[in-house]
């Protein structure tokens, strides 16, 4: 059975993003089984790249079946790839943009806020690649989503709390609201005075427990310093909407967050409130996505166009 090779360096946001690709290349070859590798030391990286030596007794007898591609997310991953394909002969994906050069790998998935130059081994993407799958949407169903302080982002708990009472009291559905570790408890003891809420607290949610919810909730509401869980709720289905935060040195996560707004795939809480209608976009509803929001999806099909599987 064909094989794909994945370094992880255990952080889950790369091993979601390598998993979230292969799983999408599962769906459309059902034959392709999965081996995660560890990154190998740099020594050893190195005398795979220059002389093309086996390293590790463990590492020997997978490199003895070469994989049919080799996929990679996280900085202490790049070494290792390119020492596999080395030893290998076949391609190596990095789902980020590189720290050494980009025209070292075959392909590079690079998300659109990190500004990558074109060039031909390079696929922009709509934010890091997930797991996340929509799954039957439970009507008057919502989810929001509140993160932290952050190096890119402000946090004002008070001007959030207002936009969170006004949008309870625009928008009557059945809201559950979770937390992430950046929460700080004096926000946590303000979202608990909320009513109508069903708040579940980061540290006590399961896992599985956000995909899940994600995957049947209509629409989501999310703290803008959580960027990734903007793309995971586009990803599940969700029609997006941001809460604002103060101007912070947000850069290009901000400006990624603009794009998806100015193309229609989310909106700012502060144009949902004067709008007449006050109707999220949803993913596969507006003129800039004419298929379901899935960038894992996206970028399996343009690899198996390729031919590389």
Not at 53 to 78: C, D, F, S, V
């Amino acid at each position: 059975m064909p094989q794909i090779w994945i370094v992880s360096d255990g952080k889950p946001g790369h091993r979601n993003q390598s998993l979230g690709l292969y799983a999408a290349l599962k769906q459309q070859r059902p034959e392709l089984e999965l081996q995660e590798i560890a990154p190998l030391s740099t020594t050893h990286s190195l005398l795979a790249l220059l002389f093309r030596q086996r390293p590790q007794p463990l590492l020997q007898p997978l490199t003895q079946t070469p994989p049919a591609l080799l996929i990679g997310a996280g900085h202490a991953t790049h070494l290792t790839l390119l020492a596999l394909k080395r030893l290998t002969g076949v391609p190596a994906v990095v789902l980020m943009k590189p720290s050494l050069p980009l025209r070292w790998f075959d392909l590079c998935l690079i998300p659109e806020h990190d500004n990558p130059a074109p060039a031909a081994n390079i696929l922009t993407t709509r934010g890091a690649l997930n797991l996340m799958r929509s799954g039957t949407k439970q009507p008057g169903s919502g989810m929001i989503l509140i993160g932290g302080p952050s190096k890119h982002f402000g946090w004002d708990e008070t001007a959030l709390l207002a936009q969170l009472q006004q949008l309870l009291s625009l928008d009557a559905r059945r809201w559950c609201m979770t937390t992430s570790r950046r929460t700080p408890e004096s926000t946590l003891s303000l979202l608990r005075t909320l009513p109508g809420v069903e708040l579940v607290p980061a540290e006590e949610t399961p896992t599985g427990w956000l995909p899940e919810k994600l995957a049947s909730a209509e629409c989501c509401w999310v703290t803008e310093d959580s960027v990734s869980m903007v793309y995971e709720a586009l990803t599940a289905g969700c029609a997006v909407g941001t809460l604002e935060l103060p101007a912070g040195r947000g850069g290009r996560l901000a400006g990624g967050l603009k794009r998806l707004a100015d193309d229609g795939l989310i909106q700012p809480f502060s144009r949902w409130r004067e709008g007449s209608d006050r109707t999220l976009p949803t993913p596969a509803s507006t003129s800039a996505s004419t298929h379901t929001f899935n960038e894992a999806q996206r970028c399996a099909g343009w690899l198996l166009e390729r031919g590389w599987l």
